[in-house]
């Protein structure tokens, strides 16, 4: 048992049409443990930040049940920072700046109690970290991989070295076209499937998500939303909630993997109403089970007669 | 009773990066009535033809139960033409030309006995000419009509006259966005409704279809294909399939009208599986009712436990 989260942890200054925040807390480990939860404790951070990392922060995640032992905080360097701007239409956004500070040297140790765990989520970052995880890990019974355009563009060869010892890939729509090369998203499916990860996850942002399982297609419908606030976090958020259900309930069974993909995107949808991680800092499981049967009552409609 | 379609009736000319045909059937009143003509019969169109119209698409519609008493054909004149070239990925056409010709003249005249349909389907034309259609109607029930951002565009008033007398109103997302001058759907929903139609369904091609009803939403997913031969008439199909249903089980009810949207959804995946109307040519209920069963398959999942 046990569930293991590596990725970043960082300050974030984000602003959108509607408002903007400062140094708020951010990174891809922390929306993962955060949204993972409400459904499972404690979760194991990897990551790594400098001595500005503010204590609350650190508090929060402690609230939260996550065990802080794999947080390496370095003294005498500063904490990762990501600085991004939303347009109006918030689907398209600039990176206003990228600060690896510490984050450039992160070698991810897993501490002792943690490489028993069962189940692993790969934050998105360098697939050579991915690795070298899955390298410390004793035996692994379920891993969930997270990837980006940047990682296919520049570090093909080492993904593909990583993809065939993940069960689930979680990336959009964008970065399945890219990576299988085929703009048709089934056939990306297939082509990508053969690369390694026996089940595929592709967001589509607004209009919901696709798992591909065995020979099923499930379609997940995007929560219906009048205002999106910041759609920072909100694929971490996902796979937070996917793995944090899955480790839960330990059921990697088609209608199970279904469910974690409702949960994935019920938790993305908390995590896009409010700026930063405000989103799902203060849910409970009684909130997410009704947003759950909110997505029920979207997509149900009866047998034909 | 009855169903009365009213719309274009044309001959097209279509090129995809597969394949080619020259002067097939088309036109949004040809699709809307194979679509429906699963369902119910003897569907009601309306349209105008040159006399060059081949005879075996008449007998084509005839085979399907299509009354074509009010298929005003014009001696000595020439039938609507319209031919467009699809790219690569499908959602990007270009039109090469269209010649009104024949439907320039257009003036739908409702024969007597179909005067009295309950169900009227405006397809996309003039909202000028789809007001005149409700004109001559006896004591429509229930009005479905499709539009186009050259009329939200270039005739906003008569549009707007049209809108507040139909009880469906179904365009595609950027067709809403423009009607509502509103990025975000759920807003655009709001203030497309307040414009009259009570129901709103908004296509968006690969990604499914939203209903907006009551305060209900339906979000309906779209069939995965790997293969898709031409997307013309997949809107017209759509709507055929959708109030075909809806005439055959004259249950307007929440359920049903989910039901409906699904069905359309089957129709618009059959239409784009083969050029022009071949795919929605040939099929059966029973094939129908296949479809319908793969659409549940595709979307559902558990209550949570």
Same mark, same amino acid.
């Given at each position: 048992?046990?569930?293991? *989260?590596?990725?970043?942890?960082? !300050? +974030?200054?984000?602003?959108? =049409?509607?408002?903007? /925040?400062? %140094?708020?807390?951010?990174?891809?480990?922390?929306?993962?443990?955060?949204?993972?939860?409400?459904?499972?404790?404690?979760?194991?951070?990897?990551?790594?930040?400098?001595?500005?990392?503010?204590?609350?922060?650190?508090?929060?995640?402690?609230?939260?049940?996550?065990?802080?032992?794999?947080?390496?905080?370095?003294?005498?360097?500063?904490?990762?920072?990501?600085?991004?701007?939303?347009?109006?239409?918030?689907?398209?956004?600039?990176?206003?700046?990228?600060?690896?500070?510490?984050?450039?040297?992160?070698?991810?140790?897993?501490?002792?109690?943690?490489?028993?765990?069962?189940?692993?989520?790969?934050?998105?970052?360098?697939? *050579?970290?991915?690795?070298?995880? !899955? +390298?410390?890990?004793?035996? =692994?019974?379920?891993? /969930?991989? %997270?990837?980006?355009?940047?990682?296919?563009?520049?570090?093909?060869?080492?993904?593909?070295?990583?993809?065939?010892?993940?069960?689930?890939?979680?990336?959009?729509?964008?970065?399945?076209?890219?990576?299988?090369?085929?703009?048709?998203?089934?056939?990306?499916?297939?082509?990508?499937?053969?690369?390694?990860?026996?089940?595929?996850?592709?967001?589509?942002?607004?209009?919901?998500?696709?798992?591909?399982?065995?020979?099923?297609?499930?379609?997940?419908?995007?929560?219906?939303?009048?205002?999106?606030?910041?759609?920072?976090?909100?694929?971490?958020?996902?796979?937070?909630?996917?793995?944090?259900?899955?480790?839960?309930?330990?059921?990697?069974?088609?209608?199970?993997?279904?469910?974690?993909?409702?949960?994935?995107?019920?938790?993305?949808?908390?995590?896009?109403?409010?700026?930063?991680?405000?989103?799902?800092?203060?849910?409970?499981?009684?909130?997410?089970?009704?947003?759950?049967?909110?997505?029920?009552?979207?997509?149900?409609?009866?047998?034909?007669?």
């Amino acid at each position: 048992m046990g569930l293991l *989260v590596v990725g970043s942890v960082g !300050l +974030d200054t984000v602003a959108t =049409p509607f408002d903007k /925040v400062e %140094d708020a807390l951010g990174g891809s480990a922390t929306y993962i443990s955060l949204a993972a939860s409400y459904f499972t404790g404690p979760v194991y951070l990897v990551g790594i930040v400098g001595e500005d990392f503010p204590t609350r922060y650190i508090n929060l995640l402690s609230e939260h049940n996550v065990d802080l032992e794999g947080l390496q905080v370095v003294q005498g360097e500063k904490t990762f920072r990501w600085s991004g701007k939303y347009h109006y239409d918030l689907n398209v956004r600039d990176t206003l700046f990228t600060e690896l500070n510490v984050f450039e040297k992160f070698d991810p140790i897993i501490p002792e109690k943690f490489c028993r765990a069962n189940f692993v989520c790969l934050g998105n970052i360098d697939p *050579v970290l991915q690795a070298r995880v !899955l +390298d410390q890990m004793v035996k =692994p019974k379920f891993v /969930v991989c %997270d990837t980006m355009n940047y990682w296919i563009d520049g570090k093909k060869d080492d993904l593909m070295k990583v993809l065939p010892r993940v069960h689930v890939l979680i990336i959009n729509d964008s970065e399945a076209r890219l990576l299988a090369k085929e703009a048709n998203l089934v056939k990306a499916a297939k082509k990508i499937r053969e690369m390694g990860p026996e089940i595929l996850i592709i967001k589509k942002g607004e209009h919901g998500a696709l798992l591909f399982m065995e020979d099923i297609i499930f379609s997940a419908p995007a929560y219906p939303m009048e205002m999106i606030n910041d759609p920072t976090g909100a694929g971490d958020s996902f796979a937070g909630g996917f793995i944090g259900y899955l480790h839960k309930c330990q059921d990697l069974s088609p209608a199970s993997m279904k469910r974690a993909v409702i949960y994935g995107s019920a938790l993305a949808s908390f995590c896009v109403e409010n700026f930063s991680t405000k989103g799902i800092e203060d849910l409970s499981y009684l909130r997410v089970q009704d947003r759950y049967r909110e997505f029920l009552t979207l997509s149900k409609f009866d047998e034909n007669d």
